[in-house]
């Protein structure tokens, strides 16, 4: 069958709708801030900003291997995490249109056996490192009638064991983002990103007791990204309020 029995002519003389052109425009030139940007799903998201045309600004505690904008910082000391992010934007043009925040840790172990250091801390950076980044973005957001994604987890809809700090972590997130949508709606568009088990460093030093199996299916985490700019891309008005995205058998889902 030749091509020209299933294609449209197009006039290349034919006038382009502006309005059609500058939102296509818009939509590839944003600037997005990702926490945990240097690895993971942090560094898979960072990827997939620059490929769509985007600006990457990326908080984390070591540089990110792309040559983008960044700066160091440590989520569980939230002052420092408002500044960088007011910092770090202003010196990059001053205007964000979308945040990811990816930046998480775990410390795995029954409650009485892991350090209450370490318990704590997993909350500071997974739940109040994201609240430190959505306060100091805010306003810069709603100026820019830009978006938010926030990292949950399976694991922050499932609870298990030995699993107290990440639980209660992801949780947090869950609670905190669906009362920031309710919040911001109009004015911010937030979405919670629910992600299962990825292939990525997280897993990396762990006891392996809490490793996922040898056979376990384990999703790419460029896929998680793209769904993550797919969010921060949607038209006004549309909101996607929640994604669960994980492998076809992620035994933590449903």
Same mark, same amino acid.
């Given at each position: ?112 056996? #892991? ?7 997993? #909350? ?24 938010? #994604? ?105």
């Amino acid at each position: 069958m030749s091509n020209s029995a299933t294609s449209e002519s197009v006039d290349p003389t034919e006038s382009v709708d502006p309005a059609a052109a500058t939102e296509a425009d818009a939509s590839t030139s944003r600037t997005v801030l990702i926490t945990g940007g240097a690895s993971g799903l942090g560094a898979a998201t960072v990827r997939a900003v620059l490929a769509h045309g985007g600006q990457p600004l990326v908080l984390d505690r070591v540089a990110p291997q792309a040559d983008v904008p960044h700066r160091l910082v440590d989520l569980a000391d939230t002052s420092a995490t408002e500044e960088a992010v007011t910092d770090l934007v202003a010196a990059h043009g001053g205007a964000l249109d979308g945040v990811f925040t990816a930046a998480g840790i775990d410390s795995c172990g029954r409650l009485d056996d #892991v350090p209450s250091k370490d318990w704590e801390r997993v #909350v500071h950076v997974n739940l109040l490192g994201t609240v430190a980044v959505a306060r100091a973005a805010l306003p810069l957001l709603e100026s820019s009638g830009g978006r938010l #994604v926030t990292c949950a987890s399976t694991l922050g809809i499932k609870a298990v064991s030995d699993a107290t700090a990440y639980c209660a972590s992801k949780f947090g997130v869950v609670g905190f983002t669906r009362a920031l949508a309710a919040e911001t709606a109009g004015r911010v568009g937030v979405t919670l990103l629910i992600p299962g088990g990825m292939h990525t460093p997280f897993f990396d030093g762990r006891d392996e007791q809490y490793k996922p199996p040898p056979d376990a299916k384990l999703n790419d985490p460029a896929h998680v990204a793209e769904t993550v700019w797919f969010a921060l891309t949607q038209p006004a008005g549309c909101e996607l309020r929640e994604l669960v995205v994980c492998a076809a058998t992620e035994s933590s889902w449903p």
